[in-house]
């Protein structure tokens, strides 16, 4: 059944929000002091993104146009992003860690006549280059007088756009009237695993299919408060943006991954999506925390997550949870679950997952505390979510069914394969890579390997490319190894199995920096830096017994023979992690090359001898 989408683009979208509810909550900032909220209406949103998108047609931009944002997430980028699209034009996306060489090429291939950038810093990495860009626009920092182009503050881009807009009040409805489906909304440049980026083309169809298919799914009501983090120059972000508009729900925005969890309880949100890595650091400092000191509390959060996993386990499997369980886990919320639903704000109904995979232990542990992950699914290329568990249906390891009318299969080699409105346009300026990227009926390769169950839920295994042969035959899946991992050994950052033409399976693993220093905290290594800790026998010892019980849990030949414990985590400085937090392994195996040539050469980072994890048995 086709999804009635009654939006013909963003701007038509945002306008009927204006006019629906003025006075409502629409996006809130963090004060100058982090301790209240500054809100903006949907009404006083209305007034800044168009007086933004007024601003860029006095300088030239018109339909189509491109307008890049390099930034970090907050309110401004939010409000430019809508800005651009209410002037006819596209949003080019560039990520603030991105390198110069990088953000000019992104810049010059998407034909970007206006950059709008955080603040100087941002703007010198097009200094010098060729492009067309014809204006930069600051968030922040004072204009340079001299500069070429010329730069201006967004203040006076938004004074630029009263005074046109008191020349011609209904510009903005006049390009919203030319504006059609088909019309280009944004170009996001896919980070990617390997070469350079290439320019997804997404729609204001695609965007608006986004908004809608989020509504009545029982995730996001009119009456939650989101917390958006995320990265807005990535598509989850863009998706997310447009969900909240569709049903008018208040949107706290602020990019400060560090300032996260010390917000969480002034803010107080119904709802927050993430990427796994903040699960995972979650996860890590509560499990660290509860366990350190041993005796009666790690008893009693042992005992409390037993209680929790299994009145889940009860739940999936659809049977009844007795009076008794429900006993003991009241007895487990209150004792142990309920302090870190505080220390999450004491307020959420449930949280979201997506950009990359979830470990299915951590996703048990959260549910068992009553904070349930629902998992979702989709690339840039499909406008991020196509697929997401829901409130009440949440089937855990799976990434749920599929949103609106979206049409999914799997081919005969176990890829997944799309089709709808939310797919791509194309790779700008890249037409042969867009031929190979979809099939002769139209479907889009999704590069992922999954399963379809009879209910429709999707299972992803891995990503086709990242299927690893060994030299005896056998395909490894790296990603779930790697999940299982990060659930098994709380001290863990980042994990990345090795195992390409080899004939073993090895691992390299990144420490969290504040759990291991936590850990070394009393001992013989306290006070040390982390490469130091993690050079130690004894950081070697506690990662070996993970290791241990991680093979325990793993077919024979997939089973981890050595491991190397990174002197620093993986970043995306060094190319080894996209900004989306997806592993880049081929740099990963570039930059650690000598650390995976010495595991095989069996002089570095082996399971001691003496430890029970090196008598297991292997093919």
């Given at each position: 059944?086709?999804?009635?989408?009654?939006y013909t683009?963003i701007?038509d979208?945002?306008l009927?929000?204006?006019?629906?509810?003025?006075?409502?909550?629409?996006f809130?900032s963090?004060?100058?002091?982090?301790?209240?909220?500054?809100?903006?209406?949907?009404?006083?949103?209305?007034?800044r993104t168009k007086?933004?998108?007024?601003?860029?047609?006095s300088l030239?931009?018109?339909?189509?146009d491109r307008?890049s944002?390099?930034?970090?997430?907050?309110i401004?980028?939010?409000?430019?992003?809508?800005?651009?699209?209410?002037?006819?034009?596209?949003t080019?996306t560039?990520?603030?860690?991105?390198?110069?060489?990088d953000?000019a090429?992104?810049?010059?291939?998407?034909?970007?006549?206006?950059?709008i950038a955080?603040?100087p810093?941002?703007?010198?990495?097009l200094a010098g280059t060729?492009?067309?860009?014809?204006?930069?626009?600051?968030?922040?920092g004072?204009?340079?007088?001299?500069?070429?182009?010329?730069q201006l503050?967004?203040?006076?881009l938004?004074?630029?756009?009263?005074?046109?807009l008191?020349?011609?009040?209904?510009l903005?409805?006049?390009?919203?009237?030319?504006?059609?489906?088909?019309?280009?909304?944004?170009?996001?440049?896919?980070s990617?695993?390997?070469?350079r980026?290439?320019?997804v083309?997404l729609?204001?169809?695609c965007?608006?299919?986004?908004?809608?298919?989020?509504?009545?799914l029982?995730?996001?009501?009119p009456?939650?408060?989101?917390?958006?983090w995320?990265?807005?120059?990535?598509?989850?972000?863009?998706?997310l943006?447009?969900?909240?508009i569709?049903?008018?729900a208040?949107?706290?925005?602020d990019?400060r991954?560090?300032?996260?969890?010390?917000?969480?309880?002034?803010?107080?949100?119904?709802l927050?999506?993430?990427?796994?890595?903040?699960f995972?650091?979650v996860?890590?400092?509560?499990v660290?925390?509860?366990?350190?000191?041993?005796?009666l509390?790690?008893?009693?959060?042992?005992?409390?997550?037993?209680?929790?996993?299994?009145?889940?386990?009860?739940?999936?499997?659809?049977r009844p949870?007795s009076?008794?369980?429900k006993?003991?886990?009241?007895?487990?919320?209150?004792?142990?679950?309920?302090?870190?639903?505080?220390?999450l704000g004491?307020?959420?109904?449930?949280?979201?997952?997506?950009?990359?995979?979830?470990?299915?232990?951590?996703?048990?542990f959260?549910?068992?505390?009553?904070?349930p992950?629902?998992?979702?699914y989709g690339?840039?290329?499909t406008?991020?979510?196509?697929?997401?568990?829901?409130?009440?249906?949440?089937?855990?390891g799976?990434?749920?069914?599929?949103?609106?009318?979206?049409e999914?299969?799997?081919?005969?080699?176990?890829?997944?394969?799309?089709?709808?409105?939310?797919?791509?346009?194309?790779?700008?300026?890249l037409?042969?890579?867009?031929?190979?990227?979809?099939?002769e009926?139209?479907?889009?390769?999704?590069g992922?390997?999954?399963?379809?169950?009879d209910d429709?839920?999707?299972?992803?295994t891995?990503?086709?490319?990242?299927?690893?042969?060994?030299s005896g035959g056998?395909?490894?899946?790296?990603?779930?190894?790697?999940?299982m991992?990060?659930?098994?050994c709380?001290?863990?950052s980042?994990?990345?199995?090795?195992?390409?033409?080899r004939?073993f399976?090895?691992?390299?693993v990144?420490?969290?920096?504040?759990?291991?220093?936590?850990?070394?905290?009393?001992?013989?290594?306290?006070?040390?830096?982390?490469?130091?800790?993690?050079?130690?026998?004894?950081?070697e010892?506690?990662?070996?017994?993970y290791?241990?019980?991680?093979?325990g849990?793993?077919?024979?030949?997939?089973?981890?023979?050595?491991?190397?414990?990174?002197?620093?985590?993986l970043?995306?400085?060094?190319?080894?992690?996209?900004?989306?937090?997806?592993?880049?392994?081929?740099?990963?195996?570039a930059?650690?090359?000598?650390q995976?040539?010495?595991?095989y050469?069996?002089?570095?980072?082996?399971?001691?001898s003496?430890?029970?994890?090196?008598t297991?048995?292997?093919?």
């Amino acid at each position: 059944m086709a999804l009635e989408v009654p939006y013909t683009s963003i701007p038509d979208m945002l306008l009927r929000r204006v006019a629906a509810t003025p006075d409502g909550r629409a996006f809130g900032s963090p004060s100058a002091d982090d301790t209240a909220i500054d809100w903006l209406t949907w009404a006083q949103v209305g007034e800044r993104t168009k007086a933004i998108a007024a601003g860029l047609v006095s300088l030239g931009i018109g339909i189509e146009d491109r307008v890049s944002i390099v930034s970090n997430t907050r309110i401004e980028w939010v409000l430019a992003d809508l800005g651009v699209n209410l002037a006819g034009a596209a949003t080019t996306t560039v990520y603030p860690t991105t390198e110069p060489e990088d953000a000019a090429y992104i810049v010059a291939d998407s034909g970007s006549k206006v950059v709008i950038a955080e603040d100087p810093k941002q703007a010198l990495k097009l200094a010098g280059t060729d492009n067309a860009v014809t204006h930069v626009v600051l968030f922040d920092g004072l204009p340079d007088a001299a500069a070429q182009p010329p730069q201006l503050t967004l203040a006076e881009l938004e004074e630029r756009g009263r005074a046109r807009l008191a020349e011609t009040p209904e510009l903005i409805e006049e390009i919203a009237g030319r504006l059609g489906p088909d019309n280009l909304a944004t170009l996001i440049y896919t980070s990617g695993t390997t070469g350079r980026p290439k320019g997804v083309q997404l729609t204001h169809a695609c965007w608006c299919w986004e908004g809608v298919a989020q509504g009545g799914l029982g995730l996001f009501e009119p009456s939650d408060m989101q917390y958006l983090w995320l990265p807005l120059a990535h598509a989850f972000g863009k998706c997310l943006t447009c969900g909240v508009i569709h049903v008018g729900a208040p949107t706290y925005v602020d990019g400060r991954v560090d300032k996260l969890v010390e917000l969480l309880p002034m803010v107080r949100p119904t709802l927050m999506c993430a990427a796994p890595r903040i699960f995972e650091k979650v996860y890590n400092r509560t499990v660290t925390t509860a366990t350190a000191g041993g005796g009666l509390k790690a008893k009693i959060f042992g005992w409390a997550v037993r209680t929790g996993k299994e009145k889940v386990a009860r739940e999936q499997a659809g049977r009844p949870v007795s009076g008794a369980l429900k006993a003991r886990y009241a007895i487990a919320e209150r004792l142990v679950f309920s302090q870190l639903q505080q220390r999450l704000g004491g307020n959420l109904r449930l949280l979201v997952s997506g950009s990359a995979p979830l470990s299915r232990d951590i996703a048990e542990f959260f549910a068992a505390a009553n904070l349930p992950i629902m998992e979702g699914y989709g690339l840039t290329e499909t406008s991020a979510a196509i697929f997401v568990n829901r409130l009440g249906r949440l089937k855990i390891g799976s990434v749920g069914e599929a949103l609106g009318d979206l049409e999914c299969r799997i081919d005969h080699d176990g890829e997944v394969l799309v089709k709808g409105t939310p797919v791509m346009r194309g790779y700008h300026n890249l037409p042969q890579e867009t031929a190979e990227a979809f099939t002769e009926d139209g479907f889009l390769r999704t590069g992922d390997i999954g399963e379809l169950d009879d209910d429709g839920y999707l299972t992803i295994t891995d990503r086709k490319k990242d299927l690893v042969k060994t030299s005896g035959g056998k395909y490894i899946a790296p990603s779930a190894i790697e999940g299982m991992f990060k659930a098994v050994c709380p001290y863990t950052s980042q994990v990345v199995v090795v195992g390409q033409a080899r004939n073993f399976v090895t691992m390299l693993v990144s420490l969290d920096e504040d759990a291991i220093a936590a850990w070394a905290a009393g001992g013989p290594h306290a006070g040390r830096t982390y490469a130091e800790i993690v050079a130690s026998p004894e950081a070697e010892k506690l990662v070996a017994g993970y290791v241990e019980e991680l093979n325990g849990k793993l077919n024979r030949w997939e089973t981890v023979k050595k491991f190397a414990i990174l002197p620093r985590d993986l970043t995306i400085e060094h190319g080894e992690i996209t900004p989306s937090m997806k592993i880049k392994r081929r740099s990963v195996e570039a930059n650690f090359s000598d650390q995976i040539d010495k595991m095989y050469e069996g002089s570095l980072a082996k399971i001691p001898s003496n430890h029970p994890a090196a008598t297991l048995k292997t093919d």
